[in-house]
């Protein structure tokens, strides 16, 4: 099983930048797509990026250009460089990871393996 640890929120002023970073402890044969979500006081959870097993990005669409998800399949880390950050920004982002199995290759047990969310890292923007 694998375990998720992030690293990297703060505080900046509007303008500023943070990034952070989560890296995958643990060994596993499952392929996983890699996520950044985040939720502010009295919101749902969002998805802010994500990195799929072949390093793809997307990002939502209050991202605007402004964030970059890159995934270091290598090392097993994730990072999100977040730019011109703004107050609405502010919230605690958790990584996530999530089994991506090719076609016709599921196994049961990955999903216990490799299902995962960190524990969450506090931004915020004012």
């Known amino acids: 099983q694998v375990q998720l640890v992030e690293s990297g929120g703060g505080s900046t002023e509007a303008g500023g930048s943070l990034r952070l970073s989560c890296v995958v402890l643990g060994q596993t044969s499952c392929p996983f797509d890699m996520y950044w979500y985040r939720q502010a006081p009295g919101k749902e959870r969002e998805i802010v990026a994500t990195?799929?097993?072949?390093?793809?990005?997307g990002y939502g669409d209050f991202v605007e250009g402004r964030f970059t998800i890159l995934r270091a399949k290598s090392e097993n880390t994730m990072t999100l460089q977040m730019d011109s950050l703004k107050p609405d920004d502010t919230a605690t982002y958790f990584c996530k990871t999530q089994y991506a199995p090719r076609p016709g290759t599921w196994v049961r047990s990955c999903l216990d393996d490799v299902n995962r969310w960190g524990q969450g890292t506090q931004v915020t923007v004012s």
């Open positions: 990195a799929d097993t072949d390093g793809h990005a």
